[in-house]
Nanobody, 122 residues
């Protein structure tokens, strides 16, 4: 069964940190770029970060640049998102997704996890 499962969400105070993980089942993980996408009630879906398949080149949306860091472990089939200096506006459901390409951030995504909720509040 091919699927993505996110974990690591929760409640954190402004200025705090969280690390999200996304574990992939199936043999596809190392062959594709991967992305993190978040959804908020007011703004809809936003692709916030992507990482290429091979060279590890990364992409960040301006809203998270300098605060979030994406990484991947192709042996463990796991995608990570380290989130630092969190703000209330980072509150969202965070999804990991498989890109339809080896290059992240440019193409559509065709496999999604169910998401993990991150709430930033004091």
């Amino acid at each position: 069964q091919v699927e993505l499962v996110e974990s690591g969400g929760g409640l954190v105070q402004p200025g705090g940190s969280l690390r999200l993980s996304c574990t992939a089942s199936g043999s596809f993980f190392s062959n594709y770029a991967m992305s993190w996408v978040r959804q908020t009630p007011g703004k809809g879906l936003e692709r916030i970060s992507s990482i290429n398949r091979g060279d590890g080149t990364t992409f960040y949306a301006e809203s998270v640049k300098g605060r979030f860091s994406i990484s991947r472990d192709n042996v463990q089939n796991t995608l990570y998102l380290q989130m630092n200096s969190l703000k209330p506006e980072d509150t969202a459901v965070y999804y990991c997704a498989k890109d339809m390409s080896t290059v992240g951030g440019r193409y559509a995504m065709d496999l999604w996890g169910k998401g993990t909720l991150v709430t930033v509040s004091s």
